[in-house]
């Protein structure tokens, strides 16, 4: 595989800016792992074969919480998906059953049902079968961090990812790691947070919830439909994201456990790593909220290939 498409299924930058001073040495250990868990994502998808996207026009630049803003791209980003593809993948179709769980407002206190809750076991029964969770569970306990019970490690996934928590203050238990990253939140109304998911941004899209308005890159950084890596302004609900990013074509079990890997290694309540895999060089992010998940991106750093030829800033 091409250092070009490696990169880009891998890695999204989140912010352009704030890239530059000191940074973490490279983490070794942890690229091997994640080069492993790369090669093992076998339910990933292939652009121009189970998908297309047109990126369109370069997005203008718009201040946080401004829902003023310039449509540069007339189409939608995803012109085709093979759905019955992702419908026939259990760790795909189980995924897209969450993603009408929640609440998207913060401060809204989620309301989850025994329907809701076998839906997340079911998910997490799918994803603990696959490859990738097998190998990022077998690193977890031999560096002592995870029970090799498989009983025990689910009800940690569990915690991580879907353990019900205050996003605002003076609410009820609004948020979770898996809304956040994969569903997204729109925060008192004007301000989008998180929504890191490409199946998502798909079906919101496709049910015109979702208004695609362009790609966010440097001026010689132009991305094309064979990417898998994009920044990108959109409108949710008619609420602006002046720059989010999303995987294009991985897997929901390839991102879980790189940032549950991410999670568990590392204590502090904001975490950077920076890691290689094959010839691109990204930072992850891991922002704990307590024993669960706050919030989790990559940032692309620099890369021998098309995408980034100078180091960011």
């Known amino acids: 595989m091409s250092a070009r498409l490696f990169c880009g299924f891998l890695l999204l930058g989140v912010f352009l800016s704030g890239l530059n001073g000191s940074r973490p040495a490279v983490n070794q250990e942890l690229s091997t792992i994640l080069n492993e868990l790369w090669s093992l994502d076998v339910n990933h998808m292939t652009p121009g074969i189970d998908y297309t996207i047109s990126v369109q026009g370069r997005a203008s ?7 003023t803003v310039q449509d540069h791209a007339s189409q939608p980003l995803f012109s085709n998906v093979n759905e019955s593809k992702l419908r026939n993948i259990t760790t795909f179709s189980s995924f897209m059953t969450l993603l009408d769980n929640y609440e998207r407002s913060t401060g809204v206190t989620e309301q989850v049902t025994t329907e809701e809750l076998t839906e997340m076991e079911f998910f997490l029964d799918a994803v603990l079968e696959t490859k990738v969770m097998k190998r990022a569970h077998q690193y977890l306990v031999r560096k002592g961090q995870s029970s090799s019970d498989l009983r025990l490690f689910k009800k940690q996934l569990n915690l991580i990812w879907f353990h019900l928590y205050h996003r605002q203050r ?20 004007t301000e989008i947070i998180g929504f890191h998911n490409w199946v998502q941004f798909y079906l919101q899209e496709k049910n015109q919830h979702l208004d695609y308005k362009g790609y966010k890159a440097r001026e010689h950084d132009l991305p094309d439909q064979d990417d898998h890596i994009l920044n ?55 922002i704990r909220h307590g024993r669960s998940l706050g919030t989790a991106y990559p940032k692309l750093l620099s890369s021998n290939g098309r995408h980034v030829r100078q180091h960011a800033h």
């Open 170 to 189: 003076n609410t009820g238990l609004d948020s979770s790691g898996f809304e956040h990253v994969f569903v997204g939140e729109i925060k008192s109304g």
């Open 61 to 67: 630049f718009v201040s946080q919480g401004s829902q």
């Open 232 to 286: 990108l302004q959109f409108s949710w609900h008619g609420v602006v994201k002046p720059i989010g990013s999303a995987f294009i074509g991985t897997s929901p079990e390839f991102e879980m456990a790189v940032f549950t890997i991410v999670f568990l290694m590392n204590t502090e309540r904001s975490t950077t790593v920076v890691v290689n895999i094959d010839q691109c060089r990204m930072e992850l992010v891991v």
